[in-house]
């Protein structure tokens, strides 16, 4: 015998032509909105990526601060840390802020568009000094090389000039 919640499920979608409507299904999420900052129950601050209620988070675990990214789960309506996910130390994000540039740069040459947020504050800023410091350099470099390329036309045009003959004879007074 089917448990009694099975039995009415049945009954419900012979009674609907066959169309069930899931009480988990019916109860519609709203959509969460990127990059929004939260604060979860432990005090801990999170920011939404999307998708699935995925977040990004800090917190501190045996003295040591921890950034998550990770997959959470509703149930008895309070949200809960998923096993998809991964938990790095500071040392581990570091190290993957440093791989980010070369993951940008493989997926736009594979034709990957990525979109790049405006960061605001500090971070921001120091990021524009260190963009513009970048150009400068580039630009210094690329002056530079066109000097020393317009030295060594100058040097191989000098070279390729008929040297004036001596305007003397040997021998005669």
């Not at 109860?27 to 129950?41: L, M, P, Q």
């Not at 400068?136 to 000039?161: C, D, H, I, N, S």
């Amino acid at each position: 015998m089917p448990p009694k919640g099975k039995k009415r499920q049945v009954e419900k979608y012979k009674s609907d032509d066959g169309f069930v409507e899931d009480a988990a299904s019916s109860t519609k999420r709203s959509k969460v909105e990127i990059g929004k900052k939260g604060v979860d129950d432990g005090g801990n601050p999170y920011w939404e990526i999307g998708g699935r209620l995925r977040r990004v988070g800090v917190s501190k675990f045996k003295g040591r601060d921890l950034i998550n990214i990770r997959e959470y789960f509703e149930k008895d309506g309070e949200l809960l840390p998923g096993k998809k996910g991964i938990s790095l130390t500071v040392e581990q994000f570091n190290a993957f802020l440093s791989a980010l540039p070369q993951i940008e740069q493989h997926l736009t040459d594979a034709g990957v568009v990525i979109e790049r947020p405006n960061f605001g504050g500090s971070a921001a800023i120091e990021q524009e000094d260190e963009a513009a410091a970048k150009e400068e350099e580039k630009q210094e470099e690329e002056q530079e090389q066109e000097q020393e390329q317009e030295e060594e036309v100058g040097e191989e045009e000098e070279e390729e000039a008929p040297k004036p003959k001596a305007n003397y004879k040997r021998g005669r007074k």
